[in-house]
């Protein structure tokens, strides 16, 4: 991310009005929401993380309920396949590249260069903060709009909804490796306790270990099962599955 001048409170908002469709009637609640930790004056920093915790919700449930509709006849197993999809951190951080909101985020100098895993994260918090102040601006209906308006389009190209990852492996190890179990190793713990990033492996065998990370000890056992099924060549690649138009672009 790189270093931009700093907006005031007033040209922040126009900014997002264009890329939201909102007016910000409180624009100092925004730009504290687009202010990071690293960057803060007195409780800016605060602000930052309780918008992104309440973001988080609201997406949640914004995208469920967009699911439930979207797809009458699927089962609880298979929306939330596909809601992990739509709401993890991989997905956020291309929604905001999208909108140009890194752009708009107060950030210390020391973060601007991240890249990797804390990049992706960065992006996704920021965007979860700005949907929390459009919950909190103009009620649930502001954000909903917001929210089907780019991830509505995603969900449909998800299409057929994927096996859990854990499982999948599971029993491809069965054929592939003799019986052997998938071992699952957590290697780092990183973050405060409100918002962790797991950084865990999984063995299968004499294969080569595979590493994912997640918001939670269980969604980076995911992403590693994932992240092994692919570069085996079980699952195809998310390049693959969207030239092929069978699954959209992010993995169960």
């Known amino acids: 991310m790189a270093a931009t001048k700093r907006l005031t409170a007033d040209a922040l908002a126009e900014a997002l009005m ?68 739509l709401v993890n951190a991989e997905a956020l951080s291309e929604i905001a590249e999208e909108i140009g909101l890194p752009e708009l985020i107060r950030a210390g100098s020391d973060v601007r260069g991240l890249d990797g895993r804390k990049r992706v994260n960065l992006r996704a918090d920021a965007l979860e903060s700005l949907i929390a102040v459009l919950y909190l601006d103009g009620g649930l209906e502001a954000a909903r709009a917001f929210i089907h308006k780019y991830w509505q389009p995603r969900s449909q190209a998800i299409g057929a909804a994927r096996r859990d990852a854990k499982t999948e492996l599971q029993e491809w190890a069965h054929q592939a490796a003799a019986g052997a179990m998938p071992a699952y190793r957590i290697d780092s713990r990183e973050g405060p306790d409100h918002d962790p990033l797991f950084t865990v492996s999984v063995k299968v065998g004499a294969f080569a270990p595979a590493t994912g990370n997640g918001r939670s000890k269980r969604e980076a056992e995911q992403a590693a099962a994932a992240a092994l099924l692919m570069r085996e060549g079980v699952w195809i690649t998310a390049s693959a599955q969207k030239s092929d138009s069978i699954f959209g672009k992010h993995d169960a």
């Open 18 to 85: 264009q890329r939201t469709g909102h007016a910000f009637a409180d624009r100092q609640r925004l730009q504290r929401a687009l202010t990071h930790a690293s960057a803060r004056s007195s409780h800016a920093g605060v602000d930052y993380e309780r918008f992104e915790f309440l973001g988080d919700r609201v997406l949640g449930l914004v995208v469920a309920d967009m699911l439930l509709a979207a797809f009458p006849d699927a089962a609880e197993g298979e929306l939330s396949l596909r809601l992990n999809a």
